[in-house]
């Protein structure tokens, strides 16, 4: 065998290899379950505005217990976010913001937004994410 052949036989041990663990890891489906709405309603505490992806964090009050959450929540890049009318400021810690999203398949307190609206404006931004997500508007 020429070593171009031995390139080519390395190289798709390699895809068959690592292709799994890649695509895992920007799976909506293996990370958020769809069949687990959550509607959450809270206050914004930290924003991580960069790639690959844009998480906030917002305070969420347990109705039940009455205790406090700190929720991660994850939406698309900062590209497909400002696509869709998003700007770096959108969003200010101290807001309060209802997101709609699924939840995290490992119960914890994470989800991947589809919607979040601004509550002071009624201001609806589409979130970019890998799962279903809406356009942006004004909710009525």
């Known amino acids: 065998m020429t070593r171009k ?21 920007h799976s909506f489906i293996a990370q958020y379950d769809p069949e687990q709405p959550v509607t959450l309603t809270g206050v914004v ?3 991580d505005w960069m790639n690959p992806h844009v998480y906030f964090y917002i305070d969420v ?26 700007k ?7 807001d309060v913001i209802e997101i709609e999203g699924a939840r995290a398949r490992n119960g914890s307190t994470n989800a991947n937004a589809r919607k979040v609206t601004m509550t002071a404006t009624g ?5 970019a994410s890998s799962g279903q997500t809406i356009t942006s508007g004004k909710s009525d």
Not at 5 to 25: N, Q
Not at 63 to 80: F, K, Y
Not at 123 to 127: A, D, E, P
Request: net charge positive; hydrophobic share 40%; charged share 15%.
């Open 5 to 25: 052949t031995f390139t080519k036989i390395g190289m798709f041990i390699g895809l068959v290899v690592f292709m799994p663990t890649a695509m895992s890891h």
């Open 45 to 47: 505490t930290k924003i």
């Open 61 to 86: 009050k347990d109705p039940t217990t009455g205790t406090i959450e700190n929720w991660g929540i994850e939406m698309g890049p900062p590209h497909m976010l400002q696509k869709r009318g998003w």
């Open 88 to 94: 770096r400021n959108s969003m200010q810690i101290g």
């Open 123 to 127: 201001i609806v931004l589409g979130t």
